[in-house]
Structures are given as C-alpha cells and as structure tokens.
C-alpha cells in the first residue's frame, strides 16, 4: 500500500472517506476540506490500495499546545512553522479496518513529525480509543474541551523532540 501527501485533486476521495467514517454531525465537509487542501495538503497522508483511498489522516501544525474546536474551521491558523503536529481526523473505510493501516499512516505521521522537528502530536478522540492511541505512546491529558459534533473528547499528546527553553 502506498502512503503519499494530498492534492486538490485528491479532495472527492478524501470527502467520501469522511462521510463513510465519521457521523454527518462530525464530518468535514468538501468546502472544509478544500480549504485544508489550499493551507496544508502536505499534513494530510493518504493510503492507497491498487489506487483505492482506503486510510487518510490530516491536522494542521501551531505552535498552540492545544486542540480547540475552532482549528477544525480555521485552516488559515496552520502554521508551517509550528511546534505541533496536530490531527484532526484518522480514516479508515469500514472494509479496511482491523488491518493496521490507520497506524501504518500514525508511525508515517509521527516520522514526519520528527523530521520537521516537531516538538510532537496532539489528538483528541473518543474515551473508547484511548487505548489504542497509547500504543503509539500519546499520553492522555483528560477531557477536552472541545465540544465537536456535540461528542465527548480526550486530548491525547505525543512528546517526540523535547526542546530546550
């Protein structure tokens, strides 16, 4: 399976993907991810099988330590310059799942992360994936406060490059 940044061209597929995985009130929706696409389509990883999108993530980068709801809205706030990678959204149509390609696209992420010498990851999810989340070695911080698609979310952080003050 291959594993590649997005394009505007990419924007129908990555819209399906989103409507297969997520509840309409917490799906992106096109125009949404459009603007993404414009601000930072280099942090969003693609999976492809036989040509098929079958796993994406996507988040922008601040140097904010923390995930608020208004980021979702607000692609202008990336900043390429930022200290954390932030995820907004792990995809996986329903036939793929259970066969690690969302972490296959988690390890490519926290790579990148660590190339562009993030200081690390911060995600938020829902309580029952917790767990799964802290294989990878993000640390739950508690609830969130955001309130996104009216869904209880945990800020989960990932410390990959400590800086020094």
């Known amino acids: 399976m291959l594993i590649r940044t997005a394009t505007m061209e990419d924007l129908e597929m990555i819209a399906s993907v989103e409507a297969e995985c ?63 990678q932030m995820l907004f959204g792990v995809n996986t149509i329903p036939e793929y799942r259970g066969q690690g390609c969302a972490g296959r696209i988690i390890q490519r992420i926290i790579s990148d992360a660590k190339k562009q010498g993030r200081k690390g990851l911060v995600l938020t999810c829902k309580e029952k994936l917790l767990p799964y989340y802290a294989r990878f070695g993000f640390k739950n911080e508690g609830l969130s406060a955001s309130v996104h698609g009216g869904a209880v979310w945990y800020q989960m952080r990932l410390i990959i490059n400590e800086k020094e003050e």
């Open 22 to 84: 997520f509840p309409a009130a917490e799906a992106a929706g096109k125009t949404e991810f459009a603007r993404r696409l414009q601000s930072y389509g280099n942090h969003f990883w693609l999976m492809f099988d036989n040509g098929r999108l079958v796993s994406f993530a996507d988040g922008f980068v601040t140097s904010k330590p923390d995930l608020t709801d208004e980021m979702f809205e607000k692609a202008q706030m990336h900043d390429e310059n930022g200290e954390w």
